[in-house]
T-cell receptor, first 119, second 112 residues
Framework: DTGVSQDPRHKITKRGQNVTFRCDPI?????LYWYRQTLGQGPEFLTY????????KSRLLSDRFSAERPKGSFSTLEIQRTEQGDSAMYLC?????????????????FGDGTRLSIL | GDSVTQMEGPVTLSEEAFLTINCTYT??????LFWYVQYPGEGLQLLLK?????DKGSNKGFEATYRKETTSFHLEKGSVQVSDSAVYFC???????????FGPGTSLSVIP
């Protein structure tokens, strides 16, 4: 079990630039989640994939944000035209679950996150 | 909407002291409840969970009981250690795909 891997660990960029983060979930996990965590707060849900299908997006995910999971394995989260308010830790999590299993599926495993700093 | 509230920190305790971190939730239906822990410099880890009323989750000496009548899931440990210093997040999940809603976190420092 190699765990959930996120790359890069840290990203510093100037306001207005585009950034892309990558998440590699645990290999057999079909569910993948993105969360955002700002300093002193708990993580907030951004979006969710079941295999390659993106099934929910939070209202926090503005049109500058896009997430993909093209082959149902790794996922990318892109932020276009970054703003100061985008500075946060971006967390990826994965789990194994089946449709109709309800909220009783396997627990989510989190990566260490990508810390984004906007200058 | 659904939400989680937990006691504000930081909490500072001496080693071997008793720990309680209060957590209450607002949600319709019957959510699953969780405690996650984030040690310094590390990612989030699931500490314990309970999926129905009156269930008790336990792990590493920590316990929490799902109380539907008071919508609470308080975290307790009888004797804390320095290694328990971390941020603790209470959380719930109720959707068919386990989207997790987190509380703001409570920072715990245990001093020798």
């Amino acid at each position: 079990d190699t765990g959930v891997s996120q790359d890069p660990r840290h990203k510093i960029t100037k306001r207005g630039q585009n950034v892309t983060f990558r998440c590699d979930p645990i290999s057999e996990h079909n569910r993948l989640y993105w969360y955002r965590q700002t300093l002193g707060q708990g993580p907030e849900f951004l979006t969710y994939f079941q295999n390659e299908a993106q099934l929910e997006k939070s209202r926090l995910l503005s049109d500058r944000f896009s997430a993909e999971r093209p082959k149902g394995s790794f996922s990318t989260l892109e932020i276009q035209r970054t703003e100061q308010g985008d500075s946060a830790m971006y967390l990826c999590a994965s789990s194994l679950g089946n449709p109709g299993q309800g909220a009783r599926g396997q627990p989510q495993h989190f990566g260490d996150g990508t810390r984004l700093s906007i200058l | 909407g659904d939400s989680v509230t937990q006691m504000e920190g930081p909490v500072t305790l001496s080693e071997e002291a008793f720990l309680t971190i209060n957590c209450t939730y607002t949600a319709t239906g019957y959510p699953s409840l969780f405690w996650y822990v984030q040690y310094p410099g590390e990612g989030l880890q699931l500490l314990l969970k309970a999926t129905k009323a009156d269930d008790k989750g336990s792990n590493k000496g920590f316990e929490a009981t799902y109380r539907k009548e008071t919508t609470s899931f308080h975290l307790e440990k009888g004797s804390v250690q320095v290694s328990d210093s971390a941020v603790y997040f209470c959380a719930l999940s109720k959707t068919s795909y386990d989207k997790v809603i987190f509380g703001p976190g409570t920072s715990l420092s245990v001093i020798p």
